[in-house]
């Protein structure tokens, strides 16, 4: 099966795509890791990835496709891949809808939403609290610390990355809205899009997940 997992920052989507993956027992393509192998194995498209990184630039969609399409011709990939990160605007979903008939005259089985309360990813990320000394991460309601401001294992001293900070999380969801909509739009369109609650605990994530995903199983 071919899924496309989209979700918004604070959606635990890394941890989801990882579990759902080896449930499913097919890679997980995170555009993140396709990037780190070509450019630590000095691939081609690596090297001109990099050379648009050291910029400062955008990796140009051509180059982030090719990588992909790499991959997706690996053997492990032959019953499917769980994407994630890519595509991530209009454009690269056509082309990888061209790709997929062209290739292997596929479609993508399904594409599964991780829906989440906006509040809900505000207070689970501004309630992050990091130890200066230890780097372990806290977390003011679910898990807290003995001592207010203090971590336990170490005893440093804990603040609020500005990555955390209320302000940022609120910005980097509207940013991500405003980009996904019209992937989230197309997918629709297409009648192959499938939202799931994405509260609460990691395990009852996936769980929702599996029985999205259970009809498209093959
Ligand atoms: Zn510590």
Partial sequence: MRIVLVGPPGAGKGTQAAFLAKNLAIPHISTGDLFRANISQQTELGKLAKSYMDKGDLVPDEVTIAMAKDRME???AENGFL???FPRNVPQAETLKKLL???WDARLSVVLELVVDEDEVVRRLSGRRTCRRCE???HVLYDPPARTGICDDCGGELFQRDDDSEETIRHRLEVYAEQTSPLIAFYADENILIGIDATGPVEEVTSRAMAA?????R
């Avoid at 995903?213 to 199983?217: G, I, K, N, T």
């Fill in 136 to 138: 372990r991460v806290w």
């Fill in 83 to 85: 994407l994630d990160g």
């Fill in 74 to 76: 690996q053997p492990d």
């Fill in 101 to 103: 008939l062209q290739e």
């Fill in 213 to 217: 995903l259970r009809p498209f199983v």
